[in-house]
Structures are given as C-alpha cells and as structure tokens.
C-alpha cells in the first residue's frame, strides 16, 4: 500500500473507495478520526469525524449537496466550512484535502497538527 | 507499411532541426503555429506511427457514424508537407530517444537527428485487463484503424457492447447504432458521463438512449469477455451474458509517456511540462495528452490548441507561458444536446442554481463560488453554453445576472423583472401551466369566481400546476395578487420538504402515474429545486420506489439513514448495537449459547432483553459487524430489522399451548404473521402482537396490528402507539379463522406501504384519514384479495436476510475505514 506519509499530503487511495453522497472514514493515531465525503457532484470534503452537537460520526450521515445530516440528531453540517445550517450553532474543523489523479489526498499538517 | 518522405536534402542548410514525434492533433497543430510564426526557422520532421497523414481525430465519430467521409476530416494532405518541406515519417513509430547524442530511432531502424524534440505521442486507449480483452473483435476507439474495424464488424449487423459509458462510448454507440447493429453500452457507474454530468443530467441521458432503442446498463462491472476464437459476448460480474459480436471498450486513456520515462524525461502521469511545455531537458518539448502541466493531463482538443500556441511562442518569437485551460465538452451524438463545463467537482462554497423543465426535457444547473460561474450542465438546451463557458473561464461578477442567469443570456441579460409583476402583467390568453394547457384567465376565474383559495384548490379545479409543478410560482402569484391580503400564502398540504412544492400524497401518486423509475427521474419531473434532494426527501423518494416497484427498483444505498445501511442502529458513542430475529419471542439454547458466544468474543458492552421480546447487543464496532452477523447466522438467526423503518417485533403471549386462560395458538399465529412480514420496508417501523385472550398480555392494543385472541376468532386492532403519543387501537374487524387473520394482516400492511406519507405510523395515518376508508378497502373481498397479492408480491423481492448477504461480503467499504494514518510511526 503506497500510503507515503513523507511528502506535503498523504494518500488516501483512489477516489472510487468514497461511494458517491458518501464518506469514508480515517482514523489518526493519537489523534481525532477524519471523515471524507464525496458529493453527488464529485465534490470531495474533509472533516473531523465530530458532530459540533454531541460527536455524532458525520461519516455516517446522509450526505445531500454539499452538506451532511449527522445520523444521531440530524444537524445539518456544510462540508465546506464544518458549520451547523439554521438554528443550531456549532462548528467542526474542516481539514485540507484534495484529489490528484484520481487519489485522495490529506494536507500533512492539518492532520498531523492535530494529533496530540 | 511505413512511408518516408524527405524533401530534397541541402548540406548547406544549417538550421536547427526539430523533430516531432506524433503525427496527431498536437504534433502537427504545434508545426502549423510554429510556421504561422517564422516558416523558415527549422528543419522540421514529423514521425507518426499511423500509416496516415494527420487527420481529426475528434471526427471519428461522425466518420463511424456515416456523416463523414475519411476525406473530409484529413487536416493536412500530402502536399502540405512538401509545401512547408516538412520530412514525414509516417507507419513507423519512434521506439527510442537518446537525448545524449540528441537521435530519435525508429521501428525501422531509421535514426533522426534533432537539436529540438517535440513529444506529441497522445495517448493509448485503456484496456481493461479482463479475460477475453485480446478476443478477435475486442477493440479499442482512438484510430483509424479502429474505426474500420467497427465497420467491417458493423457490415454483417447483429450485436455489440461498448464497455464505457464515457463521451467516447456513447460516441462509439451512437456510431454503431447507426450502422444498424443493436448496442448495448456497459457502464461501472451508475451515471453516464459521470466525470462530465451530474445524477440529474446523466438520467436524462441515458433515457433519451434508451428511447433510441440502446441497451443502457449502468452499475454494469465486465467479469469477461467469452468466446471461442472469436468474441461471443460479455459476461457481467452479477452474472448476466450480453451477446455481441464486436466489443468496444472505450474505457479510458492513459496518457502515451513511454518513449519520455525510457529517455529518462520526468514523467508524472504524463510528461511533465513547464509552463513553455519544456520537459526536464531543455531542448525536448512535449505537448498534447501526453503531457502533464501543473499536474494536469488533458483529453480534449481545447487546451491543447492553446499549448500549441505556448510551443510555437518558444520556439520562434519569445516564450509567452501557458497557464492551463477551463474545459467544456459537447457529446456529438446528433440529436441529443449535452454540454458540460468547469469544475463540477470544484471547491468550497459552492451553491447551485438549478432549472428543470420536464416537459421540454432540459435541466441547467449552474455552480456559482461567491459571485463567480464556476461550472455548467446543460441538457437539452445547450444553446447558452458557451456565454457560460466563457463567463466562467473569465471568472466574471456574476451578481448582477445572478437571479436570472439561470434563464439564459437573453433573459438574463435583457434586464430582470420582479416575476409577481411579470404574471400580474400578462395577457388573460397567456398560457401559465403548459402540461395541462391552462390560461392566466382560467385560474383567475377560479380564484375570483368558483372561489378557489388555494393552491390546491386551483389545482382540483384547473388542474393547473397538478402535473409537473413547474408553475406553482406563477400560480400562487396569481393567488396572491387576485385575492390579496386573504390569500394565505401557504399551501394547505404540507410540501415533502424545501426542495419541492409537492406534499408526500402528490408525490406517491405521480411516481406511480407516471411510472417514474428512480430519484433523479422524479426529481426531473418534478422540478425539483435542489440538484439532489436533501436529507428528507432521498429516504422518503427510496421509500415510495421501492415500493412502487418491488424486484425492480434499484435500492439507494446513500439515500437510507445510517442504521438502514449499515443494518444495525448506531449508538451515541458511535459504536452499533445488534438484535437478531426471535421469531414471535421464541428462542432456543442454540440461538442463546450463539448469543453468548459473540458477546464475549466481539467484547460487547451489555445484552439486554428488549421491550420488544427479543436480545439486543450493544456497542459492537463497525468493522466488527459482518462477523458479528456470520456467527448469528451460522446458528441460523436472522437480522432483526430493529433499526429499520420495517417490521419490527411480533410479541406473542404463550397462548392456548400453555396458559390456562388462551383460547387460540397466539404464540404460533404471532410466529406465522412475522414470518409472512419480516425483511418488508415500510413508512416507518411497524409492530404487531398477538395476544391469547383479552387480558392481552402482548399489549396488542398499543400495536400497529394486534390480534387479540376470542373463543370464536380474532379480533384485529389497527393503529395502535405506545411511543411519543399513547394511542390504543382502533378495531378493525373479527374475522373466524387463523388464515383469515394472516390474510387480513398482508391487506393492511400493504395499504399501509402505499398509502402512508414516509416517517408516518400507522397511528397519525388513521387519525390523517380516518378509520372508515381504510376498513372499507380491508373488508371489500376484491380489493382485500389485491392488495394481499401485492404484499405478497413485494416479499418476494425482499425476504433476504441483508446481514447474510454483508456477512459475505456485500458492501464491505461500510464497515472499513478508507485508510489509516499513523503519524508516530511514519514521521
Ligand atoms: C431496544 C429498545 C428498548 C429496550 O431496551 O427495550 C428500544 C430502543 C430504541 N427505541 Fe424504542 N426500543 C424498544 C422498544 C420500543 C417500544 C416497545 C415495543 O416495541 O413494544 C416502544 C413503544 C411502542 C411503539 O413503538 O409504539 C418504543 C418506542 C420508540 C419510539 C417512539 C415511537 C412513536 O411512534 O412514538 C422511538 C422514536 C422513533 O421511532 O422515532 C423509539 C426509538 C428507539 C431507538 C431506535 C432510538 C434511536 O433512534 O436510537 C432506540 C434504539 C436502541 C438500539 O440501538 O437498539 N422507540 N420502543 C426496544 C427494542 C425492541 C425490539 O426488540 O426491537
Ligand atoms: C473518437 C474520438 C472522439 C473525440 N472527440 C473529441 C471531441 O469531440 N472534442 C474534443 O475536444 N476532443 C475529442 N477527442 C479527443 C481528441 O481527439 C484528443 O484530445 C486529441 O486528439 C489529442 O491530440 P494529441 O495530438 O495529443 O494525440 P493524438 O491525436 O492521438 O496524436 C498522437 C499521435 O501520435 C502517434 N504516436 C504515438 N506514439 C508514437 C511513437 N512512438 N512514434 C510515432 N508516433 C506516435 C499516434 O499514433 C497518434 O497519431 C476525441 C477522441 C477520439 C478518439
Ligand atoms: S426510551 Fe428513549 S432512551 Fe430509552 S431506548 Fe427508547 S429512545 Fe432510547
Ligand atoms: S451529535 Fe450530531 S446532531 Fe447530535
């Protein structure tokens, strides 16, 4: 498995693994699990895997546009910036991820940087 | 065949030489600019590995098709080479570069001598490496040569499968099909064109396909190609056999970097380019699909005029740097209009504006960032697509367009009116609602004078706005403005969710009306107002298809709540608790002892005996689950569905078999109704209970259907709660015999299934529509014995037990994390 942790970004694999209005997730040691979703659209967003409510797995959610319900009380989360839509106020940190050639890719530090 | 042509040789000629290797769309695009330029600057030689002069290639597919002939889309014949005293070397590829004495050698043997190289070697189709891939009859789309393959194969008629539902498999389709052979397109995904469409556009697609009488499997993975010598068909991974007698695959291209990595150029993907297309030696150039800039691989011609232009400038006149292209891609299958461009799959902050117009077949959706067009989709009215195209590689402010861009540049840009006022402003004669043919005076005769003051009164009475709802607007702008401060604005039926104006009724009935087939189908004739719904309306959609249509809709995975697809219920800490079937609250030392296996094997935090009759284990982890489920089922258990908006628990008293007061087998008729019902979904969970006599121990009447056991029969309770709001059941009827009991329970649970709004139980349904219709359509033998037969019908398709299928494998990715990062380890 080419997970090369010693460049800028660490691989994922190939987008394909994240089924569309989906997400996948990525557990860090020592650290909190990312989740990585896949719109409808191809769109592709990472989160901390962390309701801003009571830390209900967005992984696990429906994902609809570019948003996600958390699958414990259906909060509203965009994938963009980790906020709660409506009423509910809360925010989960959003965590840099791209996709070159077909393959998912976190930014180092910001999941590095979050590992105690 | 290979042909050499070498203008007349002069010694004193000491220009630098540059060679080309590609006689394609990029090699010989890259010479003409550089001509346009300064004509006299080199010695110019043009390899190619296809024994022709350059020709378009993007005019294949009008040539497979028969609306061209080879002649017609030859770029530059032969005498444009003697012209410029361009050297052709052409059916003889180049097999080596050596970059130290600066030589190209070909397959002949012929070895070139260069000062400047140009790689223009495209790409190569891929094939996917499937048993069967080299059959005679197997072939790919990218040359000539494949095209009069396609063609002597199309002479003879009969079958073909095009593996690839891309731009260029649906090209090749469309090729064939009209030269009469019958087609079939295999696609992996469930969209066509998915790097291009969305679900919406990609529907609309493969309908107007399948109008045209092609074979569209989408979800469609190829196991092997079979035949004996020759090819015969294509066998699908699910098992099905396709018949064909030419295969096309049309999968993909990878770009051609061969002759780069073996010269020991830098090679991503492709060869990697500088912004002047300078590879990592200097004097070698590379240009086309077979070059990767800032990480980029291209497959259109667009971006590749513009690297021509980047190569010529550094040859000639002075390097002006190439920063990349936006692309737009147009299907050229006449007839059918779809056009795409810009990032579908762009980056943060993205909203959508979206128009359907189900009764002209176009959908438009625009992905605006902030005040900028970043992508388009276009189906069906392609005509704004290039404004679009060009206002997004502009990146232009939209604000000013943004409320009607939508409509197209003419609208949009020939000012915006408020549309309440546009509709005040029309003509009595102007039509509102075009499926129906409905006039603006029509419904203000309804409003002002049958006294219509509602939506849906104008509906029940105009039929306006009662089919594909894309007029709702403009009608209630009429309510509004014929009735004024009394109009109430709000629709009385509750719509399913913000992305449509219809209420959940509306909706059931059109799917079936319309023999609607899948979500992005209803979606599009039902305008709704969101690319792909929301957390509502996809469960709620999945639910009425599945429904409608039982064995043939196609399940939705990502439209279910977790607990439906990972068949178990998610608990606050993440983790999943699991609750095997007990038939009617029975279980044995086997299904126990297998119980206290995995509780201890998998560390589950507690077993519990449930409200329901039944164990429940809790805090298994996900990745633990299928196992789980193999130890359940080796003992012969079955998943429970208590995480489903299905049947739920059959609770049974001990009956007429052990107590002394039971005046019928309740324990057997309670296993009998859950064997005849488990695995069926439903608009919400369902309960039943049977209970050997009125003291009713099972609770029977705080059931969605209780029996409650008499010395003379059954009585049959309906729509009974015992959660959020107590509500005992309503009595339905008595009927005398156990079989009449079980047949009436599949009626009911039936008219349930298709009658009941999703997330409603049977509870809010009978008080919504009262108990009197539904006992009418109960005891009425006819329709009693129909809607039996529809349950029956329906289980059918859905007695599998889903845990057995996951325990084998079935939908794997749920239950495993895409990766793993280990910082400590690694760093
Ligand atoms: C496990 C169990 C409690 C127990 O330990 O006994 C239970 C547990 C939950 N119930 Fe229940 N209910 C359980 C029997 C009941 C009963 C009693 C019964 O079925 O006889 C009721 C009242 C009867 C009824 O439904 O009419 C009941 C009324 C509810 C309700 C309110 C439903 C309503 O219509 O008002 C909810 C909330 C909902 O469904 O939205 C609910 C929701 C839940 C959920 C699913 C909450 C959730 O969304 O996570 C709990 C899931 C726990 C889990 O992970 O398994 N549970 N729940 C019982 C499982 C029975 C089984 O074997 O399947
Ligand atoms: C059927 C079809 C339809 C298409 N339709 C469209 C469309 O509608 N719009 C659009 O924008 N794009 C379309 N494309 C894509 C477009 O044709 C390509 O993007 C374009 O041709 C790429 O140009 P190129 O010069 O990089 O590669 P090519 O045109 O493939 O040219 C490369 C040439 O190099 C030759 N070669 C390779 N290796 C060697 C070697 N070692 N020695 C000598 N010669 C070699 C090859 O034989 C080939 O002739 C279509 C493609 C196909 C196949
Ligand atoms: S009563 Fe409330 S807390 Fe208890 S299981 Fe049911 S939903 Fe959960
Ligand atoms: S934990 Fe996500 S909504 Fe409560």
Same mark, same amino acid.
């Given at each position: ?116 | ?50 024994? =022709? ?144 469409? !969305? ?113 010529? !400038? ?88 943004? !409320? ?162 990972? =068949? ?148 049959? =309770? ?61 005891? !009425? ?47």
């Amino acid at each position: 498995m080419d997970r090369s942790l010693f460049g800028e970004w660490l691989d994922l694999g190939p987008i394909e693994d994240i089924p569309l209005r989906g997400a996948r997730s990525v557990p860090v040691q020592g650290g909190e699990e990312i989740a990585v979703f896949r719109t409808g659209e191809g769109r592709v967003y990472a989160l901390v895997n962390k309701c801003p409510h009571r830390a209900g797995p967005l992984s696990q959610g429906i994902v609809h546009g570019d948003k996600v319900a958390c699958p414990l009380h259906n909060w509203v989360i965009s994938l963009a910036t980790g906020q709660a839509e409506g009423a509910d106020i809360g925010c989960t940190p959003t965590i840099e991820v791209r996709v070159v050639s077909g393959r998912v890719q976190l930014k180092r530090a910001a999941v590095v940087g979050r590992a105690a | 065949m290979s042909r050499h042509w070498t203008p007349p040789a002069d010694p004193a000629d000491a220009r630098p030489r540059l060679v080309v290797i590609g006689n394609g769309m990029a090699g010989c695009r890259a010479v003409e600019e550089l001509l346009a330029r300064d004509p006299d600057r080199y010695r110019i030689t043009i390899i190619g590995a296809e024994p =022709h002069v350059n020709y378009n290639r993007i005019m294949l597919s009008p040539l497979l098709a028969g609306e061209k002939s080879f002649d017609e889309i030859v770029i530059n014949d032969a005498g444009w080479y003697e012209e410029n005293k361009i050297a052709l070397v052409s059916g003889d590829p180049a097999v080596a570069v050596d970059r130290r004495a600066k030589r190209v050698t070909t397959r002949s043997g012929a070895a070139i001598p260069y000062d400047k190289l140009l790689l223009a070697t495209g790409s190569d189709p891929v094939i996917i490496p499937v048993p069967g891939h080299d059959l005679p009859g197997v072939v790919a789309f990218r040359e000539l040569a494949d095209v009069d393959a396609m063609l002597a194969a199309a002479e003879d008629g009969g079958e073909a499968v095009v593996i690839g539902g891309g731009l260029l498999g649906l090209e090749a389709a469309h090729g064939l099909s009209r030269r009469g052979m019958r087609v079939t397109v295999v696609h992996l995904m469930p969209t066509l064109m998915e790097r291009q469409l !969305d679900e919406a556009a990609g529907w609309l697609l493969k309908s107007s396909l399948e109008a045209r009488g092609q074979t569209i499997l989408t979800s469609a993975s190829t196991r092997e190609i079979y035949g004996g010598g020759r090819v015969e068909g294509v066998r699908l991974e699910d098992g099905r056999e396709v018949p064909a007698r030419l295969v096309v695959m049309a999968v993909g291209i990878r770009p051609n970097a061969a002759l780069a990595r073996e010269a020991g150029l830098e090679v991503g993907r492709g060869v990697v380019v500088d912004d002047h297309m300078v590879t990592s030696d200097p004097d070698v150039l590379a240009v086309g699909e077979c070059a990767e800039h800032r990480g980029q691989c291209y497959g259109l011609v667009a971006p590749i005029w513009d690297m021509c232009r980047a190569v010529a !400038d550094g040859l000639t006149t002075g390097p002006r740097p190439y920063a990349g292209s936006a692309v737009s891609t147009k299907l050229k299958v006449s007839g059918i209009d779809v056009f795409s461009a810009g990032d579908l799959a762009g980056g943060a902050g993205c909203e959508d504006i979206v128009l359907r117009d189900a009764a002209r077949g176009v959908y438009k959706r625009l992905i605006v960032q902030g005040e900028r067009l970043v992508g388009a989709v276009l189906y069906g009215d392609t005509e704004d697509g290039n404004w679009y195209f060009q206002l997004l590689r502009e990146g232009a402010d939209i604000a000013p367009l943004r !409320d009607n861009i939508i409509f197209g540049r003419a609208f949009a840009e020939g000012g915006a009116a408020d549309p309440k006022d546009a509709v005040a402003a029309l003509p009595d004669e102007a039509e509102i609602c075009g499926c129906n043919g409905v006039c603006k005076g029509r419904i203000i005769a309804a409003i002002a004078e049958q006294g219509a003051a509602t939506l849906d009164d104008v509906r029940a009475l105009t039929k306006a706005s009662a089919s594909c709802g894309s007029c709702t607007g403009p009608v209630e702008a009429l309510l509004a403005s014929t009735l004024g401060e009394s109009y109430a604005g709000e629709r009385a039926v509750r719509t399913m969710c913000k992305c449509t104006s219809f209420g959940h009724g509306d909706v059931r009935r059109e799917i079936v009306a319309q023999g609607m087939k899948s979500i992005p189908e209803v979606m599009h004739k039902l305008h709704w107002a969101t690319p792909d719904g929301c957390a509502s309306c996809r469960p709620a959609l999945n639910y009425y298809l599945l429904c409608a249509w039982p064995g043939d809709y196609a399940d939705d995975e990502q439209s279910r709540f977790v607990n439906e697809r990972l =068949h178990a219920n998610i608990q606050k800490d993440g983790t999943y608790s699991v609750v095997p079937r007990m038939w009617g609250g029975i279980t044995s030392p086997k299904e126990l002892r297998a119980i206290a296996d995995v509780v201890e094997k998998y560390d589950a935090k507690m077993v519990k005996v449930t409200g329901g009759q039944r164990l429940d284990i809790f805090g298994i982890r996900k990745e633990d689950l299928p196992a789980v489920w193999a130890d359940l089922n080796a003992a012969g258990m079955v998943s429970g569905h208590a995480y489903g908006k299905a049947l739920r628990t059959v609770k049974t008293c001990v009956g007429s078999e052990w107590c002394r007061f039971g005046t019928q087998d309740s324990t057997g008729l309670g296993v009998r109704l859950e064997q005849m019902s488990w695995g069926s979904w439903m608009p919400h969970k369902f309960k039943m209970a049977v209970s050997g006599c009125p003291r009713n121990c099972a609770e029977a009447t705080i059931k969605d259907f209780g029996v409650i056991c008499v010395d003379s029969g059954y009585e049959l =309770h309906v729509g009974g709660n015992g959660g959020i709001r107590l509500r005992g059941t309503d009595l339905l009827c008595k009927v005398e015999t156990e079989a009449e009991a079980i047949e009436y329970c599949a009626a009911f649970v039936q008219l349930y299934r298709e009658e009941a709004h999703y997330l409603e139980r049977t509870a809010p349904w009978i008080e919504r529509v009262g108990i009197e219709p539904i006992r009418a359509r109960i005891l !009425d033998p006819a329709s009693r014995g129909a809607l039996a037969e529809r349950f029956r019908q329906s289980q059918r398709h859905s007695q599998h037990d889903p845990w057995a299928q996951r325990a084998r494998g079935r939908d794997r990715h749920l239950h495993h994390h895409l990766a793993e990062v280990r910082p400590k380890e690694n760093a």
